[in-house]
């Protein structure tokens, strides 16, 4: 359970909501803003592959990428002895990964980001072999190759100090991986077309269906949950294409969020969305204050006495107790009237979490506490 006392948090007393206000008009929002197609996803690549090149900053004697060396070269046409040790400091093994995005073609290219996987320092300066990127499916969906980028760097000097900026054994290549497969999806393929909400909510999706439908046509769209609504679409490709972009750019009002109250520990920020509400409650708020102190004495013997001068401990010990007021809380009190409360009775922001955690433990608090 948070406190007020350990925590100093800022009150962001704001209006928490899916549809923003101005000037007194709803402002409404794309079907594109609100909305994915079903099938229509990204997929994510992974590879592992060798960085060279490299300024000294590599894996050095690494069994792997001695092991990945050998074997690279081997492939090559270069031959290595067994008993000859490879010292591939400028050699850095590598793991890359990738996003291939939907509806990608062959020839498309597409970021990369590299990380060591060993002990390399820095891959500053290094250029990355041809590396196959793998999808869950073990197939391979890309080539990677190219000069890598390092927005990191790192100095060391001979009496073993060191000062290292941002990370320098991450790296990205930007257009680093050509597409060599794609993916089908299912857009040209289903008769219907899936458009799922990115927040579920069963008055969004009534919305949705209603607009649909009144552009459209009666019958065209139905909503299959709190989260989908199925379209009925063309059967032709590219008429299926027009319909669609009619079809993310209609707008309609989304419906405001449920009445909720969340606190991030980390940044130290409350906000309170705009419905909650709480029961009739009166709250007494109060600090108690010890106050301890080591206060040390000298004890002087009497003259013409065998004592000795010693010092011997001493505590003061303090109490203050503020007498702040109890404040009552109406039926269905608003957020303007909670926030004017807390800070009436001279209660910090942070003393509002302990406030709310109780009213929610006596039942009063009609909104969802959210500790992230």
């Given at each position: 359970m948070l406190s007020g006392k350990d925590l100093s948090f800022t009150v962001f007393a704001g209006l928490v909501l899916l549809l923003s206000i101005s000037s007194g008009a709803a402002r409404a929002d794309r079907v594109k803003?609100?909305?994915?197609?079903?099938?229509?996803?990204?997929?994510?690549?992974?590879?592992?592959?060798?960085?060279?090149?490299?300024?000294?900053?590599?894996?050095?004697?690494g069994e792997v990428?001695?092991?990945?060396?050998?074997?690279?070269?081997?492939?090559?046409?270069?031959?290595?002895?067994p008993g000859v040790t490879m010292q591939a400091k400028n050699v850095a093994a590598v793991a890359l990964h990738a996003t291939l995005p939907a509806f990608a073609k062959t020839g498309m290219k597409i970021d990369i980001t590299l990380s060591s996987v060993g002990s390399a320092?820095?891959?500053?300066?290094?250029?990355?072999?041809?590396?196959?990127?793998?999808?869950?499916?073990?197939?391979?969906?890309?080539?990677?190759?190219g000069n890598v980028v390092v927005s990191g760097f790192g100095a060391e000097g001979s009496d073993g100090s060191r000062i290292t900026v941002n990370v320098p054994s991450v790296g990205r290549i930007i257009n680093g991986a050509t597409v060599e497969r794609t993916i089908d999806?299912?857009?040209g393929i289903n008769r219907e077309v899936v458009l799922n909400l990115n927040v579920?909510?069963?008055?969004?999706?009534?919305?949705?269906v209603k607009v649909i439908n009144n552009t459209v046509g009666p019958g065209t769209s139905y909503a299959r949950?709190?989260?989908?609504v199925v379209v009925s679409s063309p059967e032709d490709t590219s008429q299926r294409v027009s319909f669609i972009s009619l079809l993310e750019n209609l707008t309609l009002k989304p419906a405001e969020a449920s009445a909720r109250i969340i606190i991030n520990s980390r940044t130290?920020?409350?906000?309170?969305?705009?419905?909650v509400q709480v029961l009739p409650a009166a709250v007494s708020h109060g600090n108690l204050i010890v106050t301890i102190t080591q206060d040390p004495r000298v004890s002087q013997p009497a003259p013409q006495t065998q004592g000795q001068t010693v010092v011997v401990p001493g505590t003061n010990l303090t109490l203050k107790q503020e007498n702040n007021r109890m404040f009552k809380f109406d039926p269905g009190v608003s957020l303007d009237q909670i926030v004017a409360a807390v800070n009436e009775v001279g209660a910090a922001p942070g003393d509002l979490v302990?406030?709310?955690?109780?009213?929610?433990?006596?039942?009063?608090?009609?909104a969802d506490l959210i500790v992230i």
């Amino acid at each position: 359970m948070l406190s007020g006392k350990d925590l100093s948090f800022t009150v962001f007393a704001g209006l928490v909501l899916l549809l923003s206000i101005s000037s007194g008009a709803a402002r409404a929002d794309r079907v594109k803003d609100l909305t994915k197609i079903e099938g229509v996803r990204s997929n994510q690549l992974i590879g592992y592959g060798l960085v060279v090149g490299l300024n000294g900053t590599g894996d050095g004697s690494g069994e792997v990428t001695t092991q990945s060396l050998r074997s690279m070269m081997s492939r090559l046409g270069v031959n290595i002895p067994p008993g000859v040790t490879m010292q591939a400091k400028n050699v850095a093994a590598v793991a890359l990964h990738a996003t291939l995005p939907a509806f990608a073609k062959t020839g498309m290219k597409i970021d990369i980001t590299l990380s060591s996987v060993g002990s390399a320092k820095s891959l500053r300066g290094g250029s990355l072999l041809m590396t196959p990127l793998r999808g869950a499916d073990n197939e391979v969906y890309a080539i990677a190759q190219g000069n890598v980028v390092v927005s990191g760097f790192g100095a060391e000097g001979s009496d073993g100090s060191r000062i290292t900026v941002n990370v320098p054994s991450v790296g990205r290549i930007i257009n680093g991986a050509t597409v060599e497969r794609t993916i089908d999806t299912p857009f040209g393929i289903n008769r219907e077309v899936v458009l799922n909400l990115n927040v579920p909510d069963f008055t969004t999706a009534n919305r949705l269906v209603k607009v649909i439908n009144n552009t459209v046509g009666p019958g065209t769209s139905y909503a299959r949950d709190a989260g989908s609504v199925v379209v009925s679409s063309p059967e032709d490709t590219s008429q299926r294409v027009s319909f669609i972009s009619l079809l993310e750019n209609l707008t309609l009002k989304p419906a405001e969020a449920s009445a909720r109250i969340i606190i991030n520990s980390r940044t130290g920020t409350v906000v309170i969305g705009k419905h909650v509400q709480v029961l009739p409650a009166a709250v007494s708020h109060g600090n108690l204050i010890v106050t301890i102190t080591q206060d040390p004495r000298v004890s002087q013997p009497a003259p013409q006495t065998q004592g000795q001068t010693v010092v011997v401990p001493g505590t003061n010990l303090t109490l203050k107790q503020e007498n702040n007021r109890m404040f009552k809380f109406d039926p269905g009190v608003s957020l303007d009237q909670i926030v004017a409360a807390v800070n009436e009775v001279g209660a910090a922001p942070g003393d509002l979490v302990a406030i709310l955690e109780a009213l929610k433990e006596a039942g009063a608090l009609r909104a969802d506490l959210i500790v992230i």
